[in-house]
């Protein structure tokens, strides 16, 4: 797809980095033109809950901003 941008994590999101996770994908989200996000967790070892719900809180800041957001690998 031409018009998407991936983000590739890595290690472990858990309680500990949660906020910061969000933080980054709320920045990557607004700061990218595309329509079509893509979040690579090629690289992610392990994810709890809160990271879950960083997720959930970043898909709908993605449908907010009329983006479509996709979970890959």
């Known amino acids: 797809m031409p018009d998407q941008q991936v983000y590739t994590l890595q290690g472990t999101i858990n309680e ?24 690579d967790f090629q690289e992610v070892e392990f994810v709890d809950s809160s990271g879950l719900v960083a997720l959930v809180n970043a898909y709908k800041e993605a449908k907010n901003q009329d983006k479509n957001f996709y979970l890959c690998n």
């Open 16 to 39: 500990g980095n949660q906020k910061k996770f969000q933080q980054q994908l709320f920045t990557f989200i607004s700061n990218t033109k595309d329509k079509d996000i893509v979040i």
